[in-house]
């Protein structure tokens, strides 16, 4: 049976922790919804991950930071990147007003 969903419905409170919620999943690939709300990465903490990341913000703002750049790299709505795997990399901030959706798909 075909379900019907919509990635701006049914979001969680804010929370003092990131919400993700995989949304499909096949032996090559996961795609998460992420809901952050004024969320950042622990001080001295990267993100390296074995597969290629893909993301898309859908709403909110957020800015991520990749190891050894100096300039943050500052996402609106629509704005997308390809993280490859093993690119240390973190999130310095989400906006505190209103959730920052994504979308997030892992490869490989």
């Known amino acids: 049976m075909i379900k019907k969903a919509n990635l701006f419905e049914q979001l ?13 999943e096949t032996p090559c690939l996961q ?12 001080p001295g903490e990267w993100f390296d991950q074995d597969r290629p990341e893909w993301v898309v913000l ?12 100096l300039e943050p790299i500052l996402l609106k ?24 959706i994504w979308l997030a798909l892992h490869v490989g």
């Open 12 to 24: 969680p409170k804010p929370a003092a922790e990131e919400n993700f919620e995989t949304l499909l």
């Open 31 to 42: 795609l998460e919804r992420i809901i952050s709300q004024a969320h950042a990465t622990t």
């Open 58 to 69: 859908l709403q909110g703002s957020a800015c991520l930071q990749i190891e050894n750049e």
């Open 77 to 100: 709505p629509g704005d997308y990147l390809l993280l490859p795997s093993h690119l240390r990399h973190r999130v310095e901030w989400t906006d505190p007003e209103q959730p920052t």
